[in-house]
């Protein structure tokens, strides 16, 4: 006599909705991805502030004057608030140039595409980007 087992039930895989976002642990790794985007839009969004910023600080001494006097506080906001928009930038540079090195060098080398690898180079990024910009907003906000 046979006996017949049922076959194990497959895992169910789902879309995950935005409720379910909160509850999703995202790796290391995607983190740094999701950010990498963000990063991307923000310092294509901000681009008009940014040549702004560039022909005011480049076109004359008086420019430039006006250009260093705006972190002071001008055009009806807060000095703290454009040094808060240009920390925004530092970091999207920063971490948009990390991660693209780090794209290059999985391009490159085969090791960094194991999951022990990308989760590395991952964190090296975040830490890395988190790092100088707060180094270079400690200058920004004049601590040293």
Do not use: C
Not at 105 to 116: A, G
């Amino acid at each position: 006599m046979t006996t017949t087992s049922k076959p194990s039930k497959r895992p169910e895989f789902r879309n995950i909705s935005i409720g379910d976002i909160t509850s999703y642990r995202l790796p290391v790794a995607g983190i740094a991805s999701i950010l990498h985007r963000i990063s991307g839009a923000l310092m294509f969004l901000l681009l008009p502030f940014v040549i702004w910023l560039f022909d005011n600080s480049i076109s004359s001494q008086v420019s430039f004057e006006k250009f260093t006097a705006l972190f002071n506080g001008g055009l009806g906001m807060p000095g703290w608030f454009y040094k808060l928009i240009s920390l925004g930038l530092i970091w999207a540079f920063l971490h948009h140039m990390f991660m693209g090195i780090r794209f290059l060098l999985m391009d490159m080398n085969h090791e960094l595409i194991s999951k022990q690898g990308g989760r590395t180079s991952a964190q090296a990024v975040l830490v890395l980007s988190i790092a100088l910009t707060l180094v270079l907003g400690a200058k920004l906000f004049g601590l040293y």
